[in-house]
């Protein structure tokens, strides 16, 4: 995020080009901070002094750190702690800028200091921006009193590095009890705190489309609505990790099905973050107003199943996939039909789910626990009443602790919680 906000600066202060800002993102992992970079940018050596440095490694076959020992400028100490910085992503871009800008480290620094005064950061602020530390990031872009606000924004922040992408950065939270958009994915979650978390689009499209793609990965999204559906994954993830936590503390907690909304405008309290992939711009919304409403029309997803290549003449186990997400079936159903399963058939809903299995029979059936019409865990009673022998297995985000234990009570053999890992998957149906 770091890289993100300053190099945007330096745009906006006419120091780089928008081609070389966005050039710097590809070049960063390959760059080598030299010592010399990051002893000036810390302020442990002046820049004649590093010149000085480089000069005689030009002359003799050695180490920067061991010349700036002898000649008293650093401890061994003090290279040591250089010596683990050089994989600072931050250093990384001030090298950049020194080697294909000609800036000297000095004026990065003095350019820091004039980005740091138009952000009206502290130095222990700005250390935190430059470390893209979230965790004290986003109190300073979030300045809510309520704590569930700020602790749900950083761990979206959070899962969109360790998800999404690294390329982004976002603005300060905003109030908003009028909110007009032109898309809304999100979902609630209610029982003992009642939270929304969605994300939208005010005009354009283009960073909900982003968020969509880079969150899909390898699984293609082409319309509208699989691009909605994905955003509706994202936003379940997220509400399932930070439910976990609720229930950890004995807060009970019910996650409701995710719902789209297109050209309306919210009703009742919230806050919305700004958040930037490769510019695109998309907003977070989190509300814990129970009063709230994203919309009064929700959107029907036009979600077209996989085409399924079945060849009877093989004798693999026949899978059903149970879920209302089509990109969490394609993952599945990519993921089985490559390691020795053959899926059958795909429902939308648990009413679809339990009449294909009546129908096909297969051998396994995964059911999601949050759908419409019919949620997982009543599809899977009717599949047992069916079939005692049936072998299912539940899938749910990590905060269904509750309807995870109902559905093992009912018979349920397995579960997996989302996102998927495959190797783990895959072994617990070898096992069964």
Excluded: W
């Excluded at 004039?114 to 602020?125: L, M, P, V, W, Y």
């Excluded at 509706?232 to 990790?241: V, W």
């Excluded at 099905?257 to 309290?269: C, M, R, T």
């Excluded at 693999?316 to 089985?336: E, F, G, N, Y």
């Amino acid at each position: 995020m770091f890289i993100q906000l300053f190099s945007n600066y330096l745009v906006g202060q006419s120091v780089i080009t928008i081609e070389q800002r966005d050039s710097f993102q590809h070049e960063i992992q390959k760059t080598r901070v030299k010592l010399g970079t990051i002893a000036v940018a810390e302020g442990i050596l002046t820049e004649e002094q590093a010149e000085e440095i480089n000069h005689q490694q030009t002359q003799q076959d050695r180490r920067f750190g061991d010349i700036a020992v002898e000649l008293g400028y650093l401890t061994d100490g003090q290279v040591s702690e250089l010596l683990g910085k050089q994989g600072d992503e931050a250093m990384k871009f001030f090298q950049l800028l020194v080697d294909t800008t000609g800036l000297s480290m000095d004026a990065v620094t003095e350019h820091l200091n004039g980005f740091q005064k138009a952000h009206g950061f502290t130095d222990e602020e700005l250390n935190a921006v430059k470390k893209d530390d979230f965790e004290s990031i986003i109190p300073l872009f979030a300045t809510v009193r309520d704590t569930t606000i700020t602790d749900l924004a950083g761990l979206v922040m959070r899962n969109l590095t360790r998800f999404v992408t690294n390329n982004f950065y976002f603005g300060r939270m905003k109030k908003a009890t009028e909110y007009s958009y032109s898309m809304l994915a999100g979902q609630k979650s209610i029982g003992d705190s009642n939270i929304f978390l969605g994300f939208s689009a005010t005009n354009e499209l283009d960073g909900i489309i982003k968020l969509a793609k880079n969150y899909a990965k390898s699984v293609t999204v082409t319309s509208s609505d699989e691009v909605y559906d994905a955003v509706c994954e994202f936003a379940n993830l997220n509400n399932g990790l930070f439910d976990s936590v609720l229930s950890d503390d004995d807060i009970f907690i019910e996650m409701a099905p995710p719902e789209v909304y297109l050209n309306q405008q919210i009703s009742g309290n919230a806050y919305y973050m700004p958040v930037y992939i490769d510019d695109s711009e998309f907003d977070l919304i989190i509300s814990t107003d129970t009063a709230f409403l994203p919309g009064d029309r929700p959107h029907t997803l036009n979600l077209k199943k996989v085409n399924l290549q079945v060849d009877t003449s093989k004798s693999l186990p026949t899978v059903l996939v149970v879920d209302d997400s089509a990109l969490i079936r394609k993952i599945l159903i990519q993921m089985l039909n490559d390691n020795g399963y053959q899926v059958v058939g795909e429902a939308t809903n648990g009413a679809e789910g339990v009449e294909l299995y009546k129908e096909l029979e297969p051998d396994i059936v995964t059911l999601d626990i949050t759908m419409p019409v019919m949620d997982g865990v009543t599809a899977l009673k009717q599949i047992k009443e069916y079939n005692p022998e049936a072998l299912v297995a539940m899938i749910s985000a990590a905060g269904q602790k509750d309807k995870l234990m109902e559905a093992l009570k009912e018979g349920a053999e397995l579960f997996f919680t989302k996102p998927f890992n495959q190797q783990e998957v895959i072994s617990s149906l070898q096992n069964c």
